[in-house]
């Protein structure tokens, strides 16, 4: 006797797939998992004692829902200093990873049958946090000719009188893709002219890879501010996947309901992992370390490039941002019978684990992450290719 909502839930097409490769690894059988939607390096030493000495310092109870001040502060000062925005630390609320804080932000502002811009191929919770909260996803078909880089056009084409947000997602998962800062400022122009509000998730701003002029949309003007709520995470740019903690900022009556809603969801993010994440604001090691990290990507992506280019019939948009890409296999997916039965194949014959394009909305294409060594990105191209060679 479940409630409609849960109805409104698809069956993942990754589940099956998951629990598959969880169970042929358990077997000591050797796949490659191009599959991870996290870096696969540790969190930084110095940001573990601090939250090892928050423990030992007693940071053990109930904070204020919002955050711990010192946190909401730095956040406020991290935003002006790298994104040129001015939040005053009560605009800001922690929260258990980016991903609650952009289910608070649909929770609050959505009304049943209310339209919301969906920028697609998407990274799959925004569709079904929409539809759990009573929204309508509308789905922009981002262009490959375009490099999947949404334009003023795709939205204006898709606006209603019952548009109610646009999700922005750049860097974007899972296209690696980001967007135009020209092309933003036009878009956020028109949102503003008619009444639409903004969801900018920024959780990969870190890892751009090309010397690409990243713009954070709430830095446009301050009217452009006021309809932006500007979500982020430490999970990507610190490795902290594991240890939930993202927030959002946004005009502070706002701000009071996120964290009103917070309070009945969860209570608090965690306490003393909230420390952590204040340590890797303010210790000056964490540039260094995004810099490492960056590079150990950026040499990867290269490989995985330059691999998946050397497939007959493949096509490759060389992503400039985060740790995916997103090559077109159409030629190999149609033979199979579909992008899902074409991972299934992959995991089966090559022992490689990749995520179907139909997740994110868009068919025929695979997202493969490239948080994994050279060499093993090397042999599981390798095995993708000589699998290739049997797919009838
Ligand atoms: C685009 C995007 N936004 C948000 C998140 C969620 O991050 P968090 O771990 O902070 O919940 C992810 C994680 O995969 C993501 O890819």
């Not at 939250?51 to 904070?63: E, M, S, V």
Request: include cysteine; charged fraction near 30%.
């Amino acid at each position: 006797m479940l409630s409609r909502r849960i109805g409104v839930l698809k069956p993942s097409p990754t589940i099956a797939l998951t629990s598959k490769v969880r169970e042929l690894k358990k077997k000591g059988i050797d796949v490659i998992g191009f599959g991870a939607g996290e870096p696969d390096i540790d969190t930084p030493d110095f940001i573990k004692e601090a939250c090892i000495k928050a423990i030992k310092d007693g940071k053990t109870k109930y904070p204020p829902s919002a955050g711990i001040p010192e946190l909401r502060e730095a956040i406020a000062e991290k935003l002006k200093r790298e994104n040129n925005v001015e939040y005053k630390p009560s605009e800001v609320v922690v929260t258990v990873g980016a991903k609650l804080a952009l289910y608070l932000i649909f929770y609050a502002l959505i009304d049943d049958g209310d339209e919301v811009l969906l920028p697609t191929p998407y990274w799959v919770t925004y569709e079904d946090q929409i539809k759990l909260c009573g929204g309508r996803p509308v789905y922009i078909k981002l262009s490959p000719q375009r490099e999947f880089k949404l334009t003023y056009e795709d939205v204006t084409k898709n606006i209603t009188t019952k548009t109610k947000l646009i999700v922005i997602n750049s860097p974007a998962n899972p296209t690696g893709m980001v967007f135009d800062p020209d092309e933003l400022k036009k878009i956020a122009e028109l949102c503003l002219e008619r009444n639409i509000l903004i969801i900018s998730d920024e959780c990969y701003e870190h890892l751009i890879y090309e010397n690409l002029p990243f713009k954070s949309i709430a830095s446009f003007s301050e009217d452009i501010k006021k309809i932006t709520f500007t979500v982020n995470s430490f999970s990507k740019t610190f490795s902290m996947t594991g240890w939930r903690v993202g927030y959002v900022a946004c005009p502070e009556n706002y701000a009071k309901i996120l964290s009103g809603l917070n309070s009945q969801f969860v209570s608090n993010t965690t306490t003393f992992a909230q420390y952590g994440a204040l340590e890797a604001l303010k210790n000056p090691e964490s540039k260094r370390f995004i810099e490492s990290v960056k590079n150990l990507f950026r040499k990867r992506r290269d490989v995985i490039v330059e691999g998946l280019r050397s497939i007959d019939g493949v096509k490759v948009i060389k992503p400039e941002a985060t740790f995916f890409i997103f090559p077109d296999f159409t030629p190999y997916t149609e033979r199979a019978g579909g992008d899902v039965k074409f991972a299934e194949y992959l995991l089966e014959k090559a022992l490689v684990a990749v995520v179907p394009g139909s997740a994110f909305g868009m068919e025929g294409y695979l997202r493969m992450s490239f948080a994994l060594d050279v060499e093993h990105i090397e042999k599981g191209i390798e095995r993708i290719k000589l699998s290739l060679e049997e797919l009838e």
